[in-house]
């Protein structure tokens, strides 16, 4: 279990170093994190140059001092801007800044300001930026006053650079923080969602997609069991023919195809809805957004995780191959291969694709998708994620079609698996199967092994 200290502790901590043992104040400052480090004590969110700048933390208090005093005297806005700049400044020198920054009311002061200028464009947006600085992997401070300020500050009515903070900011509450996902979602976000997607203002629709991923996160490891899935199915159901509307109407547009991408992957959790998206076309959006940038590394990595979602309805899956993507993907999987994450997202769409499918393995095959295969591995000898999605890809590939296992082994697959089996302990499984699948020797273990004798229930033994 990781332990957390307080910075007055640390700061007691430095004082005794130099105090009793006569340290100064550099060998005082190192010594404390030292000894708090063995202890197993995180001290991320500790201000480590306290004791040598003292003045770091009084400005952080004196900022917020200030603020409250100008929100109270209701002062001219360009007094607050200047505050509000300055805090900002401070929040933006890391998590340990923030912290001080939260524990001396900085929230509360920060939503006062925001509601005491409503309506000056100015304050709310420095407002919101420094908020959202507060609150980066500080999430907790949210209350449902906050709640109440985000939903004001999407208004139809409000300044589109106030939405779009507001729409980052709500994101940030949602990261790490199941019960704020929650919350959120519950006042009904989701109105504000699909009245967002009907704007077309593609710096809102990039924040939007960004909110609607967020609810869906499932990063909170204090909770046992999130709402990640239930948020997502109640968006995709609401929300999956506005998305598609837009696939059409922005397919020029890289990074918004790309976030309406990695949108539609993260919704997709029921087969209806991979149907939903081929309907309405989304293959053949794929088909061009892959030719459209053929050296966005990007947008390849996006399309090959959105065609790994859609995989998972049998129908659709076949319909991948049925679209003539099978050279397309092979080619655009080959034109990848120098940048590991697409890559990796490449073979794991191919094995998606190719799961109990000898039809759709065929048609990779003939576009010399093993080559390409292979290749990646050479390339990436040490990358587990690599090698094992690649095991997963050849073993789905032949598992149903054996013509295939001359073309690969005659490629030095075998070779590269075994010496896998003595690298890579942890996907050991993985890399059996393949070989296993491919007709090489291969010693497998038997995860389970029965004792024998009778087994003695009560539902053996009532007599009827």
Same mark, same amino acid.
């Given at each position: ?32 994190v030292v000894q708090f480090e063995s202890q197993g004590v995180d001290l991320s969110s ?26 109270? &005297?209701?002062?001219?806005? $360009? !007094? ?5 700049? =300055? #805090?900002?400044?401070?929040? /933006? ?107 077309? &203002?593609?710096?809102?629709? $990039? !924040? ?5 991923? =967020? #609810?869906?996160?499932?990063? /909170? ?97 076949y319909k991948i191959i049925q679209n003539d993507l099978a050279p397309i993907i092979v ?134």
């Open positions: 279990m990781v332990l957390v200290i307080s910075q007055e502790t640390f700061n007691d901590a430095v004082r005794e170093n130099i105090e009793d043992l006569g340290l100064t104040p550099d060998e005082a400052l190192k010594e404390a500790i201000i480590k140059e306290l004791m040598l700048e003292p003045k770091s933390s009084d400005a952080i208090e004196d900022r917020i001092k200030q603020l409250n005093n100008l929100n109270k &005297s209701k002062a001219p806005a $360009k !007094e607050i801007l200047e505050i509000l700049e =300055a #805090l900002k400044a401070e929040c /933006d020198k890391g998590i340990q800044y923030r912290v001080i920054a939260g524990q001396h009311d900085a929230y509360p002061i920060l939503l006062d300001t925001l509601f005491n200028y409503s309506g000056n464009v100015e304050v709310e947006r420095i407002s919101i930026r420094t908020l959202i600085s507060l609150m980066t992997k500080q999430p907790d401070l949210l209350d449902d006053r906050g709640i109440e300020a985000i939903f004001c500050h999407l208004d139809k009515n409000e300044d589109l650079e106030v939405k779009r903070l507001t729409l980052k900011w709500a994101k940030e509450c949602c990261v790490m923080h199941e019960k704020n996902r929650q919350n959120i979602f519950d006042a009904n976000i989701l109105e504000k969602i699909k009245e967002l997607l009907h704007e077309g &203002s593609p710096d809102i629709l $990039k !924040e939007t997609m960004g909110v609607c991923r =967020a #609810l869906v996160l499932d990063d /909170d490891i204090r909770v046992e069991f999130g709402k990640a899935h239930e948020h997502a199915r109640v968006i995709a159901s609401e929300c999956l023919c506005l998305l598609t509307n837009l696939l059409n109407r922005f397919r020029h547009d890289e990074q918004l195809i790309c976030d309406l991408m990695q949108t539609f992957s993260v919704l997709l959790v029921r087969t209806e809805f991979c149907k939903k998206v081929v309907d309405a076309g989304g293959l053949d959006l794929i088909k061009e957004v892959i030719t459209a940038f053929p050296s966005s590394q990007k947008v390849h990595r996006q399309c090959f995780k959105l065609l790994k979602s859609l995989a998972g309805n049998d129908e659709c899956k080619a655009a999987l080959d034109a990848s291969k120098g940048n590991v994450q697409t890559a990796t997202a490449g073979l794991a769409a191919t094995a998606a694709i190719c799961l109990r499918s000898p039809d759709n393995s065929t048609e990779l095959f003939k576009a010399n998708v093993p080559n390409v295969i292979v290749e990646i591995m050479k390339l990436y000898p040490n990358e587990k994620l690599v090698q094992k999605t690649a095991s997963w890809a050849i073993r789905n590939m032949v598992s149903r079609s054996k013509y295939q296992c001359d073309k690969f082994l005659s490629l030095g697959l075998e070779e590269l698996l075994q010496k896998n089996l003595k690298k890579f302990k942890e996907i050991e499984y993985d890399t059996k199967a393949a070989l296993r699948d491919l007709g090489c020797k291969v010693k497998l273990n038997e995860e389970w092994t029965g004792k024998g004798g009778l087994l003695n229930t009560e539902a053996t033994t009532r007599k009827s």
